[in-house]
């Protein structure tokens, strides 16, 4: 892992989403993190993996809606 660990704030710039939804994902367990004491931490090159499953799957959604 070549870059720092991300915090809340930096997912949340990342995906153009609130502090509170990274964290509530997080919790769930539908976004990778690491628990480092107390604190969240993300890996950055996750968290992209992580959007760019995302993109696929709106992508996905995307052809099925238009063709039915």
Same mark, same amino acid.
Do not use: C
């Given at each position: 892992?070549?870059?720092?660990?991300?915090?809340?704030?930096?997912?949340?710039?990342?995906?153009?989403?609130? &502090?509170?939804?990274?964290?509530?994902?997080?919790?769930?367990?539908?976004?990778?993190?690491?628990?480092?004491?107390?604190?969240?931490?993300?890996?950055?090159?996750?968290? &992209?993996?992580?959007?760019?499953?995302?993109? &696929?799957?709106?992508?996905?959604?995307? &052809?099925?809606?238009?063709?039915?």
């Amino acid at each position: 892992m070549n870059e720092q660990l991300w915090d809340a704030n930096d997912v949340a710039n990342f995906l153009k989403v609130s &502090r509170s939804w990274v964290y509530q994902k997080a919790e769930a367990g539908l976004l990778p993190h690491l628990k480092v004491g107390g604190l969240l931490r993300f890996d950055p090159e996750e968290i &992209r993996a992580y959007a760019r499953s995302l993109m &696929r799957e709106l992508s996905r959604v995307a &052809r099925i809606t238009s063709n039915g």
